[in-house]
């Protein structure tokens, strides 16, 4: 079955054409990012303008030499989280072509709907078995979740404050780095290693690292890196490779840490990493180190960097394994979506 997808919730508009949730076709992506560095993030109007340009080109790039949109069987669309001027977007345009076509619309959760990136084709063999525990680090959530099969999630838990990615781009914003903040901090954090003798990461806090729940937060760590830049003041410049390998350190050692802790109560057999934050390198080696040193059997999936970002072929994916369309009708974006609802 082939799924046209079409992914609007943020700052990029993207439409793929995927079959059977596991083999791209195609997978067109137009990013405002550039508009947002600028401006140091994202202001939604703007975005919401990008998405109303760029809708229909990506669309018909990405059904060009594909059999065109007539060789779809049916379309799936984020409904939510997201803004909703962006949300907006894409919804309306795939209600109109579902009616317009006659072909079955199905509505995707865009935290779901990362998870589904590990089914995509990649150079495995293997696809992910049940149960699987999976992590959702993106610019606005960070969830820990139970997979017992398709369309049966149990959250164990989540972000009280700021998200993991929130925490990158807004101690980004603290260091004068671009935006988004994750590829600026961990360019610079990578600078850091190649010069340091890897000393000890442990200038800031980690919290609700040892708490017994699964939750996190992060808003602590932005009001330490305040208080750092601060004292450091003029000496800041020739201190930021150091500052974003210890930002980078802590955030990942919390991710790490929690879901290890959940893979050894819970004793999943796959582990799914998902989110913009998954492209992060330090984070997949330390995930990888940990679960081999770990003794635990469990297989470790990550997509690669780029199907990690927002892109409409896990949009397709999942719209496939949790094939369930409803009337145009009834489909409606939902800014505040959660991952279960
Ligand atoms: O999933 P995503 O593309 O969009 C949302 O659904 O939010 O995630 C975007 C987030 C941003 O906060 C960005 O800074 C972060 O993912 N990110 C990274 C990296 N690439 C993107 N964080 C750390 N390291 C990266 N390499
Ligand atoms: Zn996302």
Request: proline share 5%; glycine share 8%.
């Amino acid at each position: 079955m082939k799924i046209l997808g079409i992914e609007t919730s943020c700052d990029e508009t993207s439409a793929a054409i995927v079959e059977d949730g596991t083999i791209i076709l195609s997978n067109v992506i137009a990013s405002s990012i550039d508009l947002h560095a600028k401006t140091g993030g994202i202001i939604p109007e703007q975005a919401a303008r990008k998405q109303v340009q760029s809708i229909i080109p990506v669309i018909q790039e990405s059904v060009k030499n594909r059999g065109g949109i007539e060789g779809i069987d049916s379309i799936a669309v984020t409904i939510g989280p997201g803004l909703i001027g962006s949300l907006l977007v894409g919804v309306e345009t795939a209600k109109t072509i579902s009616t317009l076509l006659g072909k079955p619309i199905i509505p995707v959760n865009h935290l779901i709907g990362h998870i589904y990136a590990n089914w995509l084709d990649n150079k495995r063999q293997s696809k992910p078995e049940f149960p699987a525990l999976a992590l959702v680090v993106s610019g606005g959530h960070t969830d820990l979740v139970l997979l017992f099969g398709h369309g049966d999630i149990r959250l164990l838990g989540g972000t009280r404050d700021d998200a993991a990615g929130e925490a990158f781009d807004k101690t980004a914003r603290l260091l004068k780095l671009g935006y988004p903040g994750g590829p600026s901090i961990s360019a610079e954090a990578a600078r850091y290693d190649e010069k340091s003798s890897k000393s000890e990461l442990n200038m800031f806090p980690r919290p609700m690292i040892n708490k017994k729940n699964y939750d996190f937060s992060f808003s602590g760590l932005k009001t330490s890196v305040l208080r750092k830049t601060q004292n450091l003041d003029s000496n800041l410049q020739t201190q930021i490779p150091q500052l974003s390998a210890e930002i980078q350190e802590a955030i990942v050692d919390v991710l790490v840490h929690k879901s290890l802790k959940a893979m050894r109560v819970f004793k999943p057999k796959s582990f799914l990493l998902a989110g913009g934050v998954a492209a992060n390198q330090r984070l997949r080696d330390k995930f990888n180190l940990e679960i081999n040193n770990s003794k635990l059997k469990i297989d470790f999936y990550v997509p690669p960097p780029q199907l990690c970002t927002d892109n409409a072929a896990y949009i397709a994916g999942a719209a496939f394994f949790n094939y369930s369309p409803i009337l145009w009708s009834k489909v409606n974006a939902n800014p505040s979506l959660t991952i279960v609802s």
